[in-house]
């Protein structure tokens, strides 16, 4: 935490409870507070930006928090951070005068964001599930990973009628970069198990992705596709995500989604197309390209 700051946080805690003239009625959380981030894998291509929430849980009459997190400014450059937003744990507060801001600091100089708030007038709040502490827009400007690390986070909860520090679980994230992926013609194309022409009253198909990790990939990595598929009368669209496989630089693999039309079965061509879904881990994926798959025929 900044040291030119903690002396008012501190004080801004302690008072905090001492300032209401209604009572406090104490729910306690079972195991500890948990600050982390909204997902644990981020992935982005280069000139794009995501965002990254910190965020904060299972903590009973919170009445302050402080959270650090750090990053890599040669690959990442934070944009703006949302830290007082109707979308934040705070905002509601603040905009009606109940929260006091302490440091709201963001730097690719040091490569760190700070955001700490105390409530005001004896208020406090209860959160079981996450909530947003604040909100990060991250510009990937660099060829390479970073970490997304809170280095420190501090939550301070009303617990027996005194202000305290709570004992806090802290699950940081990690920005990779997504790899490169490959088409493989045909692109897209019905399982063997199918053919291009189906008869009215089959209404799923099994469809494949041929793709390919790049063979100039530094690494190896995972993907997948998005199967859309549109309908003869273009009424409707059906998109389908396939399972997603690891693969070694230069390795292809098929994947596979079921698309399944029995809402509303037409007689006609179901014309079809793929997106890749680019993944350095299984958890964190981006689209990429898109091609032309082979169209099917539902048959009277």
Do not use: W
């Amino acid at each position: 935490m900044n040291k030119i700051f903690t002396p008012i946080f501190l004080a801004m805690l302690t008072l905090a409870p001492v300032l209401s003239a209604l009572p406090i009625a104490t729910v306690f959380a079972t195991g500890n507070a948990v600050v982390q981030t909204d997902q644990s894998v981020y992935a982005a291509d280069a000139g794009t930006t995501f965002t990254v929430a910190v965020q904060v849980s299972n903590v009973a009459n919170l009445v302050g928090y402080d959270a650090i997190l750090t990053y890599d400014p040669s690959v990442l450059s934070a944009q703006s951070v949302d830290f007082q937003s109707s979308a934040t744990l705070i905002g509601p507060y603040c905009s009606a005068s109940q929260c006091f801001s302490v440091v709201q600091s963001f730097s690719d100089a040091t490569g760190s964001v700070e955001g700490a708030f105390t409530l005001l007038g004896g208020v406090t709040t209860s959160v079981s599930s996450p909530a947003n502490l604040y909100v990060i827009t991250f510009k990937v400007v660099g060829a390479g990973d970073s970490a997304l690390t809170i280095t420190s986070a501090t939550i301070a909860a009303v617990v027996g009628g005194t202000t305290t520090s709570v004992p806090t679980t802290i699950m940081s994230g990690q920005y990779l970069l997504p790899p490169t992926l490959l088409f493989v013609a045909p692109n897209g194309q019905p399982a063997a198990s199918h053919t291009l022409h189906l008869f009215k009253g089959e209404t799923s198909i099994t469809y494949n992705g041929l793709i390919q990790l790049s063979p100039t990939a530094p690494r190896s990595g995972f993907g997948g596709v998005i199967i859309t598929v549109v309908n003869p009368t273009q009424s409707e669209v059906y998109t389908v995500s396939s399972n997603i496989a690891f693969m070694f630089p230069g390795q292809s693999a098929t994947v596979s989604g079921v698309v399944d039309f029995s809402d509303n079965p037409l007689v006609g061509t179901y014309h079809v197309t793929v997106t890749l879904l680019r993944c350095p881990l299984p958890s964190g994926c981006v689209a990429g390209a898109t091609a032309t798959g082979q169209s099917f025929k539902v048959k009277a």
